[in-house]
């Protein structure tokens, strides 16, 4: 059981380039989320969705874009990368719409953009 | 949108010694308090969480308070041992358009002396 698997684990960008994060889960669960991970900043969310057709926007969604065709595949979108946007990211889901339960974290993802 | 405050930000104790997290949070309609606990260079994983309608939930060194009417909850762990050292995450589920998301305060880097 794979559980949260998030490719590239690193990845360089220059400023201006676009890239896409992938997320993946085979734990049949509803909600998935990203978010990034910046010293003194704790976790901050990004985007989340509640199942295949709906997301919405977390407390950083700026300059990030996002969509949930299937249950399995949760991908984050950077259209035109920024130093501010070097960091770490975590994918993360949750079985149920209502994320009542445990959340399981990929790996996590780390961007630099120079 | 739900607001999470953590503090201490470092934390530096005794082996032996008992650490005390303390996190507050703006949203009274926030129900869900999870704390995570992140190993150096690994993805966070879920050590003990409380829901509101609970005070208090203990598993062996480790317990979680929670004050609805002050809206504060705090980690605490005792007995510290040196595998405790970590980053500590407290986090609050809030409410936004019928969809829960969950939001973190920005951590506790706590280190266990030998």
């Known amino acids: 059981n794979a559980g949260v698997t998030q490719t590239p684990k690193f990845q360089v960008l220059k400023t201006g380039q676009s890239m896409t994060l992938q997320c993946a889960q085979d734990?049949?669960?509803?909600?998935m989320s990203w978010y990034r991970q910046d010293p003194g900043m704790g976790l901050r969310l990004i985007h989340y969705?509640?199942?295949?057709?709906?997301?919405d926007q977390g407390e950083v969604p700026n300059g990030y874009n996002v969509s949930r065709s299937t249950t399995e595949d949760f991908p984050l979108r950077l259209l035109s990368a920024a130093p501010s946007q070097t960091s770490v990211y975590f994918c993360?889901?949750?079985?149920?719409?209502?994320?009542?339960?445990?959340?399981?974290f990929g790996e996590g993802s780390r961007l630099t953009v120079l | 949108g739900e607001n999470v405050e953590q503090h201490p930000s470092t934390l530096s104790v005794q082996e032996g010694d008992s650490a005390v997290i303390k996190c507050t949070y703006s949203?009274?309609?926030?129900?869900?308090f999870p704390w995570y606990k992140q190993e150096l260079g690994k993805r966070p994983q879920l050590i003990i969480d409380?829901?509101?309608?609970?005070g208090e939930k203990k598993d062996q060194r480790i317990a979680v308070t929670l004050n609805k009417t002050a809206k504060h909850f705090s980690l605490h762990i005792t007995e510290t041992q040196p595998e405790d050292s970590a980053v500590y995450f407290c986090?609050?589920?809030?409410?936004?358009?019928?969809?829960?998301?969950?939001?973190f305060g920005a951590g506790t880097r706590l280190a266990v002396h030998p």
């Open positions: 734990m049949n669960h509803e909600y």
């Open positions: 409380i829901r509101s309608n609970v």
């Open positions: 969705s509640v199942g295949a057709g709906i997301t």
């Open positions: 949203d009274s309609a926030s129900n869900y």
């Open positions: 993360a889901s949750s079985p149920g719409q209502s994320n009542t339960g445990e959340l399981f």
């Open positions: 986090a609050a589920r809030a409410f936004s358009g019928g969809y829960n998301k969950l939001i």
